[in-house]
Nanobody, 127 residues
Framework: QVRLVESGGGSVQAGGSLTLSCIPS??????????MGWFRQAPGKEREWVGN????????YYADFAKGRFTISRENIGSTLILQMSSLKPEDTATYFC??????????????????WGQGTQVTVSS
C-alpha cells in the first residue's frame, strides 16, 4: 500500500509563509477518479479539511479559511503534493496531514473519503 510522508512544517511568525510537501512512496496515477487532500488538527479539536485536488492535477477546492491564503498543487512530474501557505495566522497552528483517496465514496472534503494518511507535520504560528 502506498505510504505518504509529509515535510516542511515548522515555526513561523504571523504573516509568514510555509510550504508543505507530501511525497507518496509510489507514483499516483493521474486519473480523474481520485483525490489528494490536506487536513489539519489542532490540539483538542477535530481534524478539519483544508483542501483537495483531483489526482489528475486539477481542479482544487479549499475550505473557507484557506481561500486566498493557501494553494494546493501537484508537481507536474511525479506525485508530490504541495501546500503553499501564506499570511499565516496563530489559528493556523496545527498538525497538517496529507491523504489519498483513490476511489472516494464520498466528498473529498470528508476525512472518511481517504484511505491513506501521512504521519503529519507540525505547523506553529506565533503572534
Amino acid at each position: 500500500q502506498v505510504r505518504l510522508v509529509e515535510s516542511g512544517g515548522g515555526s513561523v511568525q504571523a504573516g509568514g509563509s510555509l510550504t508543505l510537501s507530501c511525497i507518496p512512496s509510489e507514483y499516483i496515477e493521474r486519473t480523474g477518479r481520485g483525490c489528494m487532500g490536506w487536513f489539519r488538527q489542532a490540539p483538542g479539536k477535530e481534524r478539519e479539511w483544508v483542501g483537495n485536488i483531483w489526482t489528475v492535477g486539477s481542479p482544487t477546492y479549499y475550505a473557507d479559511f484557506a481561500k486566498g491564503r493557501f494553494t494546493i498543487s501537484r508537481e507536474n512530474i511525479g506525485s508530490t503534493l504541495i501546500l503553499q501557505m501564506s499570511s499565516l495566522k496563530p489559528e493556523d497552528t496545527a498538525t497538517y496531514f496529507c491523504a489519498l483517496a483513490p476511489r472516494p465514496q464520498t466528498t473529498c472534503a470528508s476525512a472518511g473519503a481517504y484511505t491513506t494518511w501521512g504521519q503529519g507535520t507540525q505547523v506553529t504560528v506565533s503572534s
